[in-house]
């Protein structure tokens, strides 16, 4: 992988990031007071359900 996929990943991460909150806004801010209602091991683990899921697409994709 070159430094350019790289980047190309990281823009494609962004756009994706910003559909919710162009779509629905107040959905996106519903989303956010949800998420704040979480402890930090709730957190923690869908940060590691959405790490193990990237890893496990990157790797079909491969």
């Known amino acids: 992988m070159d430094?350019?996929?790289l980047w190309k990943a990281l823009a494609l991460v962004?756009?994706?990031e910003g559909l919710l909150?162009?779509?629905s806004p107040a959905?996106?801010?519903?989303l956010f007071e949800q998420i704040l209602s979480l402890g930090n091991g709730q957190?923690?683990?869908f940060g590691l359900c959405s790490?193990?899921?990237g890893a496990v697409?990157?790797?079909l994709l491969s």
């Open 43 to 45: 957190i923690r683990f």
């Open 21 to 23: 909150p162009l779509i």
């Open 14 to 16: 962004l756009l994706i």
């Open 57 to 59: 697409l990157l790797a």
């Open 3 to 5: 430094g350019n996929t």
């Open 51 to 53: 790490m193990v899921a």
């Open 27 to 30: 959905g996106w801010r519903r």
